[in-house]
């Protein structure tokens, strides 16, 4: 069955400090996997995805088969990064969230 | 130039009562999706529809009856309206049928039981 799971509810850094946000799933088959944020007031958008390779708003994601992760990371937090981080799969015919890690970043 | 649109934005009503939200997008997409936030701010999706078709139908209470007049438009009608349905609804649309295209999404619907 699929599943993604964030184990951080809630996570909070310094401005300029090295941010992880993470996310792990299960699927039996070839995943691909996403990233959307939800910034205050606005609406759910699309991060960035693993087969881009792309790094978007400073922010990276590694797909790691063997650990069956994807954590999304960034070296030097912004204040307007805060948010609400959603770590998604791909599956048959449709996408399963994770429940989501509020990102607070201290001025 | 909105791309998907969701009203209204708010909606308190009491229980018993039935309800529709309306989702509209306009970029051309084939297919549309509504999903369910809850108070733990989980997302679970409910419905998707490809060219006016259910793909897909989760495990919701008939209560929840989704109608797509024509594929730009995704209305969700609620009947008899429980103190659990309060939650934010969120109307998605994606180009092709796998979900495999970005999904953009509307403003989300905050839906409030009394």
């Known amino acids: 069955a699929q599943r993604v799971t964030q184990p951080e509810k809630l996570l909070s850094v310094f401005k300029g400090a090295p941010v992880e946000l993470k996310c792990n799933y299960s699927?039996?088959?070839?995943?691909?996997l996403f990233w959307y944020v939800q910034y205050s007031r606005q609406r759910l958008q699309l991060l960035l995805r693993h087969i881009s390779r792309e790094s978007i708003k400073g922010f990276t994601a590694d797909l790691n088969k063997g650990e069956t992760s994807f954590h999304l990371k960034k070296p030097f937090a912004q204040e307007e990064d805060s948010a609400m981080y959603y770590c998604a799969l791909l599956g048959a015919n449709n996408l399963f969230f994770g429940t989501g890690t509020r990102l607070t970043v201290i001025p | 130039d909105t791309a998907v649109s969701q009203t209204p934005k708010y909606l308190v009503t009491q229980m018993g009562n039935d309800k529709s939200i309306k989702c509209e997008q306009n970029?051309?997409?084939?297919?549309m999706y509504w999903y369910k936030q809850d108070s733990k701010k989980f997302l679970k999706i409910m419905f998707s529809y490809n060219n006016k078709e259910l793909i897909i139908n989760e495990t919701v209470p008939n209560r929840f009856s989704p109608k797509s007049p024509d594929k730009a438009h995704l209305n969700l009608h609620i009947n008899s309206l429980e103190l659990g349905d309060s939650a934010v609804y969120f109307c998605?649309?994606?180009?092709?049928?796998?979900?495999?295209?970005?999904?953009?999404f509307g403003p989300g619907t905050r839906l409030l039981v009394l």
């Open positions: 998605a649309s994606s180009q092709d049928r796998t979900g495999g295209e970005t999904q953009y």
């Open positions: 699927y039996s088959g070839s995943p691909e």
């Open positions: 970029l051309g997409h084939d297919t």
